[in-house]
């Protein structure tokens, strides 16, 4: 199966399991919550939706492995792993706000080459695959042509459970507030990249991600003609567990921002 018949079909997937999280939505008992960790938040809807995910994509590439949010499967893949966030933004589907989504890629070796991500409150499904092009839904997407700071919106993730770089946090944000049209905290790293992929901000950045928050998401930004690195350096933004994704024109306006301010980037 060539990567633009995986992408199709990833899609349907990804809409099939959007679906049954938009009716879950409908109904949603939140003494169903359970707590993984300190403001880690899981529920049925989760775990169910990743259960689908992995029955539909062990069927569509036999071969491939997952790396799983949920821990639905482990098994590794020798060429191709799926990686899989089931529900990005559950603090916000907990709490009925409707920016949330179902976010897969997949990986040939260490790159990935197809990526999907679904908002079922909207029904927007952004999708694309290595040399494909960036959709949403089945219209072409690029990232904005703002040309600098100063024209651009920023996307970014709050720290929610470590505290312990806090203080370089704010001041990053500080730095940010006073150069650009303004930050937003939308909840879902999976739809902020989505969003800097069909140009509806500039930039995001965060910290302490997962590769299942950023893996679907990345290749749609860089397929939308985007730049991606970690925040001071190029290198392994999938697994590195911070990112930095612009329209390209922003990019070293933003890392020398966080450069300036941000004195423990893991590497
Ligand atoms: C979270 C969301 C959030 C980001 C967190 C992620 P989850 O994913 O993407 O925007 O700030 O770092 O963990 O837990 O809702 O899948
Ligand atoms: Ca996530
Ligand atoms: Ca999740």
Redesign the pocket.
Known sequence: MNLSQLSQNLNIIARSVGAFIRQEAETFDTSTIEMKGFNDL?SYV?KQAEVQLVEGLRELLPEAGFIT??GTDSTKGERYNWVI??????TNFTHSLPIYCV?VGLLDGDEVVVGVVYDPSRDECFSAYKGGGAFCNANPIKVSEAPALGNALIATGFPYYDFGLMQQYLQVLGGFMAKSHGIRRLGSAALDLAYVAAGRCEGFFEYNLNA??VAGGSIIVQEAGGRLSKFTSDGDYVFGREIVASNGNIHSEMQEIIQEHWKQTAE
């Open positions: 899981v989760d949010e949920e966030d089931p529900l990005d933004g559950t976010s299942w928050d």
